[in-house]
């Protein structure tokens, strides 16, 4: 299937109408790079053509919706609702549009090619952006175009806000969050991307579950440096800058962050503790008697409970040396840091100098962005989310959590009290493993049953 066929609107199914948008939008390489530093920088041009390319596929919902640029790449959509108030306390839905890199190499299918393989519930949709999140923008989309045929206005406005820059600075959203609060909008409810349906992620908890980030960790980049007389490599002294750098490395990884449960942390295991056989259950439902074990213990469980305890930092790039045979004469690291949100930059900035401890590393903070605010896990927004979700699966254990990740939604905490990250889609951990890596891919079952659930919640607004 040709990119021109497979993003026609005259497919009659609308499964297979909205399989074909996704395709066509994967194939776009909106790639978004960082605006300093060495490497190229974004190419404008993809993102013209994304944004055409939405107009395009859905003509109903730019002839009903009002679209604004906002940003360098950023687009704001506003569906008007028929409450005379209508304006003044909006649903806002966020997705973004911009991918982070890839090549072929490694890939099991190009990641520019939205390739289609298998059938029944191994069909699966193949690409960067599957996930994160152009598979949650096309659904949006899917959605409201959905309804708009259906004759469907919500009670009040929704507004759809996709960035363009997401995975680099998130200037678009900034400023789209700039722009409603000077408009005095106050959603009722922001929803952007985060937790999703996942299964065999928690001890002793065996059925699927959701996870809805009731906030998230902030994000800081901190550059590591040292400065130092070059040389010939012939005759090294016995601490060369890259040696000074890696001594501070590995004082960084030995002195990992404190761990603790904070409030969030205890909610979401009573809720799925309750769940977990036995003895599991017996102790999770009395977290607060057992956090101390309980922080032991989960401290064993992997990458992925272990983010949720702590502060974590990663060292990120390296960069020394221009020649084989000459000693570097400036060595560099930058380290990505995930702030708890009982933390802040400050601590966390103080807890890695107090670990290098080596006057001769400088440390440089880039780009500090304080943890979120926690938004609560009950009221009208909570319940009409939960439901939604419910309604497209029945039963479903749903849980509140810290996201480890950083998004577009931590700049509207400012115009809003209710602020959730969720992505309604069934992932496995497989499948969560390839976000920012290799063969990032949706299955198409999963992808239609949050058109549905994102159907359930524009309903409820």
Known sequence: MSAASAGETS???????????????????????????????????????????????????HAHLKREHVGARGLLYRWAGRASDAASRPTVLMAHADVVPATDEGWRHPPFAAERTGSGDDETVWGRGTI???????????????????????EHDVLLSFGGDEEVAGDDARATAALLAERGVRPALVLDEGGAIVQDAFPGVTEPFALIGLTEKGITTLRL??????????????????????????RLNAAPSRARLDPTMRRMIRTLGARARQPLRFVFTRVDLFAPLLVRVLLRRGSEITALLRTTRAVTELRAGHAANALPEHAEATVNMRIAPWSSVDEAVGEVRRAIDYELVEIEVLQPSEPS?????????????????????????????????????????????????????????????????KNERIRVRAFLEGVQTYEALLRRR
């Open 132 to 154: 994160d999140d152009k598979g949650a923008l096309v659904a949006l989309l899917e959605a409201v175009d959905r309804l708009l045929a259906a004759g469907f206005t919500p």
């Open 373 to 437: 605010p926690v938004s609560p896990a009950e009221g009208p927004a909570w319940d009409d989310l939960v439901a939604a979700i419910r309604e497209t699966h029945p039963g479903l254990l749903v849980s509140p959590y810290v996201m480890m990740q950083a998004s577009d939604s931590r700049f509207f905490t400012g115009i809003s009290e209710h602020v959730y990250r969720f992505a309604p889609f069934r992932l496995s951990a497989e499948e969560r493993a390839c976000l920012h890596a």
């Open 225 to 250: 440096r040292v400065e130092q007389q070059g040389g010939h490599a012939s005759s090294p002294p016995p601490f060369a800058a890259t040696e000074r750098l890696a001594r501070a490395i590995l």
């Open 11 to 61: 497919i009659e199914n609308p499964d297979e109408r909205a399989i074909a948008r996704l395709q066509a939008l994967v194939r776009i390489p909106t790639v978004s790079r960082p605006a300093s530093g060495p490497g190229p920088r974004t190419d404008p041009e993809p993102f013209a053509r994304f944004a055409a390319e939405l107009e395009r596929l859905y003509p109903r919902v």
